[in-house]
């Protein structure tokens, strides 16, 4: 797979987000499945890998997600970046640095491993960005980190950030009905070598095609009972997208997943999309997309299409 650049981190030019396995999207799988589809995705050219402390069945507890990355990739640590993300809540009367090297030697010691290679601050807090900032310059001076990133953020607090210690990069919610950050956020990371990883880019699979008004989604622990285009109302009025996405797909030969994937990517050079899934032949499929090739009409036809046609649902920086 061809690869891109996070500031000076090399990764595969498709991600994976490896959340699925451990919650919000209904019955997490068997262990043995989990770590043998990150092992997959691997084998298959994935060399970049996304988990959180959070990331644990239902939001209770910490680590079950960072447990079996670490497994999965323990014999093949020197050759994936992996990323986390911590919560900071507040600060211990020690100092923001303090705190927060306390929850990476937690996600070091579950990921089996003495570096994390971009440990992003999973949502703003109380906390002043500059602080967070300051800190995450000490870590990777320690050795610790290699390079760190902010996740649902604005402008503003990327920039107070980036004058402190320089941002690998940005992991924001962006997709075909997500595209607040192509406004300001991603010509900044542009402009100043940042890395965007968009998360949830096939839209909590709405741009997949294989999501329905009438699709039933599990009860537990299931992020798209919430999400807005997943509502069923919306679902409907999305439904345009979704078969132009399926049009454009058979003419390639591929996915509407895929498509929608190579169009973030012949977009924009510093993105690197990370698509979550559960699902071993669906992981395949989107790392797939990094194949697709979109020429320069194909690409124009696509976004002229994608900006006739009206959005339903928005979830935004302020969303989960």
């Given at each position: ?119 992003y ?12 900032a300051?800190?995450m310059g ?13 996740s ?9 950030a ?5 941002l ?58 919430w ?32 498509i929608?994937?190579?169009w ?22 989107n ?34």
């Amino acid at each position: 797979m061809k690869k891109r650049m996070l500031r000076d981190i090399e990764v595969s030019e498709v991600g994976m987000g490896c959340m699925a396995f451990s919650h919000g999207y209904g019955k997490i799988p068997e262990e043995k499945y989990s770590i043998e589809a990150i092992q997959n995705a691997y084998d298959h050219g994935c060399t970049f890998f996304d988990t959180a402390e959070v990331y644990s069945p239902n939001l209770a507890g910490i680590g079950h997600n960072e447990l079996i990355v670490g497994k999965a990739l323990k014999d093949v640590r020197e050759n994936v970046v992996i990323a986390t993300k911590l919560m900071l809540h507040g600060f211990s009367v020690g100092s923001v640095y303090k705190t927060i090297r306390g929850h990476l030697e937690g996600s070091l010691d579950r990921l089996r491993t003495d570096y994390v290679d971009i440990y992003y601050l999973h949502r703003m807090s109380g906390v002043p960005v500059e602080k967070v900032a300051e800190a995450m310059g000490r870590l990777i001076e320690d050795g610790l980190i290699r390079g760190w990133g902010l996740s649902q953020v604005d402008v503003d607090i990327i920039d107070r950030a980036q004058q402190v210690t320089p941002l690998a990069a940005i992991q924001n919610i962006y997709s075909m009905v997500e595209r607040d950050s192509e406004a300001e956020i991603i010509p900044y990371c542009m402009k100043n070598n940042i890395g965007f990883v968009p998360f949830s880019p096939i839209a909590s699979g709405l741009l997949s095609g294989k999501i329905t008004p009438q699709t039933q989604f599990e009860r537990n622990d299931d992020v798209r009972n919430w999400v807005p285009q997943l509502s069923r109302r919306n679902i409907e009025g999305n439904q345009p997208i979704v078969e132009m996405l399926k049009s454009f797909a058979e003419k390639k030969k591929a996915t509407p997943a895929q498509i929608s994937l190579a169009w973030m990517l012949h977009k924009y050079p510093n993105v690197v999309p990370i698509p979550g899934s559960k699902n071993k032949e669906r992981i395949i499929e989107n790392l797939d997309s990094a194949n697709v090739e979109l020429t320069g009409e194909e690409f124009t036809v696509l976004e002229d299409s994608l900006n006739s046609l009206k959005v339903y649902g928005h979830r935004g920086l302020g969303g989960f």
